[in-house]
Every structure is written in structure tokens, then in C-alpha cells.
């Protein structure tokens, strides 16, 4: 139980397009949905909190409108870098946590974003 | 400032040498202290929650133990698959009313046979 999946794995994109990642809990509802970004060697970086229905809590120092986050439902949220530049590639991590669970973040695989 | 702080950085061990990763935690109020493994090129795998001091819990060769003030992950006679970064995470009271973890830097673990 709590798997989360997201799509794609890896991406490579030129400078200036936009790039959509889809996070997915397969096998419970999420309320909540995060999004973190991780650099080599680095420990994760939280980007934002989403959650169902409503607009997204962004960190301190992340741009909203280059990291645009959809939550349209309960098992599905989105995550879509707008004009990459390769400073924007990186790991992108997203987590879900079960609606009336506890509390425990359960982790996609990633996306690797490579941005020329 | 709620702050995580693990340590070692780093941690090489020879197959079957018992040793403790430290996590020490500075925040408002101790909601959640998570922790979780991650292998290279992958997202962290959940391991454990702990939510008060005194609390244990164990899974295979893990032991995870909390105090007021830190948490220890302790790794019996480990094995070469035990490799990968160990992450502490804790969630406070307070954050905005989501869950949200502040990540340590974690600790990168190798055992070698």
C-alpha cells in the first residue's frame, strides 16, 4: 500500500519550453500533495504544499508562476516548470500523505529534469 | 528555527559492524519525527514514525529510538543491500496546518563486505 507514482522519470527539454511532471497516488486518496526539489548531494527542499480543490502554499523563495501546481483531485497533482532554463534542472520529488491517515508523507520515485 | 542536524555526513562500515546515525532536532513543538531511506537516483522509501520521547520502533536490522532532543537509527550487523542515505525529518506543530517535513542533510551510509 501507499505507492505513488509520477511521470515522466526523466525529462530533457530545451531552454524556454515548458515541462509538466504528474505525481499519482495509486492506491490511497491525498488530501495533501507536496513537491520538493533535490540537488546532487543535497537533501530535499520543499517547493510547495498543494492541496485538493485549492490553490497551492508556496516556499519562501519559490516563484509561483514558473512552478505552477495543480491538484485537481484526490489522487492526481501536477507540477509544471514554465520557460526551464538549465538552472532549473534538478530532481523533482513529490509526496502524498492519505486523507484521515496519519500524518507520514509517502514519496514518488522522481523526475530528473535536465534543462539544455 | 525549526533545524534537523544528522550526523555523521558520511559512515562506512565492514559488513556485520553495529553503529547508530544521530538526528538531533531544534523545533516549536514535536509533532512527527519521520524517518526515511533513499537509494541513489530514487525518492526516499518511508521507514519509521516516532511521536514521543521514549518511543521505539524497529523493522529488520533498523532500531529507531527518540529523545526530547534527538533520535538515533540504529543498524545491527548490517549488510552491503543496507547501503543508501539515511533521512531524518521532523514536522512541527503549527506549520500552517499541513504536514510539512524540515529535511536533515542526511547520512550517507556504505557497508562494505
Same mark, same amino acid.
Given at each position: 500500500?501507499?505507492? %505513488? ?56 523563495? %519559490? ?54 | ?113
Amino acid at each position: 500500500g501507499a505507492v %505513488v507514482s509520477q511521470h515522466p522519470s526523466w525529462v530533457i527539454c530545451k531552454s524556454g519550453t515548458s515541462v509538466k511532471i504528474e505525481c499519482r497516488s495509486l492506491d490511497f486518496q491525498a488530501t495533501t500533495m507536496f513537491w520538493y526539489r533535490q540537488f546532487p548531494k543535497q537533501s530535499l527542499m520543499l517547493m510547495a504544499t498543494s492541496n485538493e480543490g485549492s490553490k497551492a502554499t508556496y516556499e519562501q523563495g %519559490v516563484e509561483k508562476d514558473k512552478f505552477l501546481i495543480n491538484h485537481a483531485s484526490l489522487t492526481l497533482s501536477t507540477l509544471t516548470v514554465t520557460s526551464a532554463h538549465p538552472e532549473d534542472s534538478s530532481f523533482y520529488i513529490c509526496s502524498a500523505s492519505e486523507a484521515g491517515g496519519e500524518e507520514t508523507q509517502y514519496f514518488g520515485p522522481g523526475t530528473r529534469l535536465l534543462v539544455l | 528555527e525549526d533545524q534537523v542536524t544528522q550526523s555523521p555526513e558520511a559512515l562506512r562500515l565492514q559488513e556485520g559492524e553495529s553503529s547508530s546515525l544521530n538526528c538531533s532536532y531544534t523545533v516549536s513543538g514535536l509533532r512527527g519525527l519521520f524517518w526515511y531511506r533513499q537509494d541513489p537516483g530514487k525518492g526516499p522509501e518511508f521507514l519509521f514514525t516516532l511521536y514521543s520521547a521514549g518511543e521505539e520502533k524497529e523493522k529488520e536490522r533498523l532500531k529507531a529510538t527518540l529523545t526530547k532532543k534527538e533520535s538515533f537509527l540504529h543498524i545491527t550487523a548490517p549488510k552491503p543491500e543496507d547501503s543508501a542515505t539515511y533521512l531524518c525529518a521532523v514536522q512541527a506543530w503549527g506549520s500552517g496546518g499541513y504536514n510539512k517535513l524540515i529535511f536533515g542533510a542526511g547520512t550517507r551510509l556504505a557497508v562494505h563486505p
